[in-house]
Nanobody, 122 residues
């Protein structure tokens, strides 16, 4: 499975951004999808996940109510809609494909997108 990300950029605090992740090379509905983020010098952090059909989502407390994960299995895409962005959301964001729903650990995901930078300024 190949994952190609798009979106991201530089925004001011309070703004919104949408990240997308397009999958190819396999049956997309066979993969649960996760989003992670990483800042320099820190481990990659789990942000949230969406189940195979999109019927279930999970978010870490720091983004709950502000971020929304969705997927379109017909288009082989998963998205991360981010609202009310804060400077502490600044990171490189990654989408990842895994075989089990709701896996917060990076080693549970065999396939990763290339990462996209999100920078939130004051």
């Amino acid at each position: 499975v190949q994952l190609v990300q798009s979106g991201g950029g530089l925004v001011q605090a309070g703004a919104s951004l949408r990240l997308s992740c397009a999958a190819s090379g396999g049956a997309f509905s066979n993969w649960a999808m996760g989003w992670f983020r990483q800042v320099p010098g820190k481990e990659r952090e789990f942000v949230g996940a969406i189940s195979f059909t999109g019927s279930m989502t999970y978010y870490v407390d720091s983004v709950k109510g502000r971020f929304t994960i969705s997927r379109d299995n017909a288009k082989n895409t998963v998205s991360l809609q981010m609202t009310s962005l804060k400077p502490e959301d600044t990171a490189v964001y990654y989408c990842a494909a895994g075989t089990a729903w709701y896996q917060p650990r990076t080693h549970e995901y065999p396939y990763w997108g290339q990462g996209t930078q999100v920078t939130v300024s004051l």
